[in-house]
Structure formats: C-alpha cells, structure tokens
C-alpha cells in the first residue's frame, strides 16, 4: 500500500538498462524461492520462481539467479521500463513439508525516463 | 477471473471494536493465508489454512481468529481492535501442488487503521 516502503532501500535506474536487486535469504534448508512485485495499494503479484536443485531461471525480461553457497537471490530485469517501477521482494519456502514463507522487506526501484 | 477477493478495501476502527475481514478465492485453490503488512517489514504470517475445517497460527496470530468451513472462503476476525493491529492485511492463496511449491495469488488488501 501506499505506506508501505518509506524505509526501503531504493534501485533508481534510467530506462533502458539492466537492474539487479538482491536480496539474503535466511534458511539453508529453504528449497523453493519467489519474487513478487508490489506496485502501489496493490497486492504483490508474482513475477519468477526458483527450485533449489536450479541456479539460474529465465522468464520474460526477468532472470533469477541463486546462489546456495552464500544464501543469495538476484532478480535480473533487462530493459527496464517505467512500469517496472514497484516495490520487489523475495520469499522463501523452508524445506519441504511446511507450507509457510518468509519474506524479505523490499527494495524500491525507481525507472527514470 | 477475478482471483482473490477481499472486502472491505479500507477501514477505520474505534479501539475495541470487532469487525471481520473477507476473502474468497475462486480457484478451488486448497491453501489459503492470511499476512499483514507494516511500513518497512516483510509480510508477516497471521493464520493459514490447508483446507476447508482446516486452520492454522502462523508468526503473529494473537488478536486474530479464523475460520475455514469452505474452499472459497477464509475470513479473519478481530474481537478487540487495538492500535498495534494498524496494519495492511492481505489475503492469499495456492494450490498446495508440488509439496506447497507453488505461488501465491494475492488480494489487493485491506487497509485497516484503529484509533
């Protein structure tokens, strides 16, 4: 919503290139990973998802990069357009057999024309 | 298709006041969550639910109650609205396939401030 994200770390990129957001999951056993998109007084919308048994996923316009090793996600928009700007956070599954996620705070990125 | 459905979008309560949030889905989807939203933090689980009759207390449930007496539906109740539980609420939901490894589909929020 609309007070959501006043403390967010901030990604302004100009229009046209590459950005990467980054975000640290917590849990070594978590096997199953998602990016969302929240734009403003709206619900977050999925955007890319990722397997652990995967180290990299490719959707459109959209790259997801895992890196077990460090407990590191990266969501990599290419050709960054105004609509992309939003609110991006990351979620995590622990290991199978639970049902619950735990997500990440955001970072905002800003498009500039 | 409209997905998930919440009512109301907005509201306003008086300290100690009850009121019942909605949301309904129409995907036949088994699993259903309910999270809330503070400015600056990830969303936090409330309650979810892996079937109708089915419920469970997530991170933060105190203060909530839900029910689940059908597939479509998970609403969440507050009895004693407080200013701690200011917040955005959101509803969500998945299939349950793949050992829960699939998205959630989320609501557009309720956003609720007690006074």
């Known amino acids: 919503g609309e007070s959501v994200g006043l403390h967010l770390p901030t990604l302004s990129v100009q229009e046209g290139d590459n950005s990467i957001i980054n975000c640290a999951y917590s849990n070594s056993a978590s096997d199953y990973f998602i990016w969302y998109k929240q734009e403003s007084g709206k619900g977050p919308q999925f955007i890319i998802d990722?397997?652990?048994?995967?180290d990299k996923r490719q959707g459109q316009r959209v790259t997801v990069l895992l890196n077990k090793t460090v407990k590191h996600l990266s969501l990599q928009i290419a050709a960054t357009q105004p609509g992309d700007s939003a609110v991006y956070f990351c979620a995590e599954k622990g290991s199978s057999g639970t049902y619950k996620y735990i997500f990440g705070t955001g970072t905002r990125l800003k498009v500039l024309a | 298709n409209a997905g998930v459905t919440q009512t109301p979008k907005f509201r306003i309560l008086k300290i100690g006041q009850s009121m019942t949030l909605q949301c309904t889905q129409d995907m036949n989807h088994n699993y259903m969550y309910w999270y809330r939203q503070d400015p600056g933090m990830g969303l936090k689980l409330i309650y979810y639910?892996?079937?109708?009759?089915?419920?469970d207390k997530g991170e933060v449930p105190n203060g909530y109650n839900v029910s689940r007496s059908t597939t479509e539906d998970f609403p969440l109740r507050l009895e004693l609205a407080a200013p701690s539980q200011t917040s955005v609420y959101f509803c969500?939901?998945?299939?349950?396939?793949?050992?829960?490894?699939?998205?959630?589909?989320f609501g557009d929020g309720t956003r609720l401030s007690i006074l």
């Open positions: 990722i397997r652990s048994n995967m």
């Open positions: 639910s892996v079937g109708a009759g089915i419920t």
């Open positions: 969500a939901s998945s299939s349950g396939q793949g050992g829960g490894e699939q998205p959630q589909h």
